[in-house]
């Protein structure tokens, strides 16, 4: 079992690094992926430099929390998953729903949840 959650945990890591990459080399499409349209080199700067950072930081989190056995990293890739559940649970309820908006829920949630369980399991297992 844990052999399963560490590599769920670094596919989970891997899946948010090759978005933060997508932000990185291609701002405009990734962006446009997620219902965002940018205006301007600002607009450009600002998504490809916070989108890959909170991609990259939390999939490098969940990568290497999986790989050295540390609690430390996923929680904080753990915390940055499940803020922006809450938050999008907090838009939902303001917003409303939009079509798709259960599969990126689904992964935030799933990661939170694995992140927390890892990083209180995968510490005493070694």
Do not use: N
Not at 24 to 38: E, K, N, Q, R, Y
Not at 41 to 60: K, L, N, Q, W, Y
Request: glycine share 16%; net charge neutral.
């Amino acid at each position: 079992m844990i052999i399963a959650l560490r590599i769920g945990l670094a596919l989970g890591g891997l899946l948010l690094v090759f978005m933060g990459f997508g932000f990185l080399t291609d701002p405009v499409a990734a962006a446009a992926d997620f219902g965002l349209s940018i205006e301007g080199a600002h607009g450009i700067t600002s998504i490809r430099s916070d989108m890959t950072a909170f991609f990259g930081v939390g999939g490098a989190c969940f990568i290497v929390g999986a790989w050295l056995r540390r609690g430390d990293p996923l929680v904080i890739g753990a915390a940055l998953m499940l803020v922006t559940l809450a938050t999008r649970l907090f838009s939902l309820a303001i917003d409303g729903g939009f079509e798709g908006y259960i599969i990126p829920m689904a992964v935030e949630a799933l990661l939170g949840i694995f992140g927390l369980i890892g990083a209180k399991v995968l510490p005493q297992t070694r």
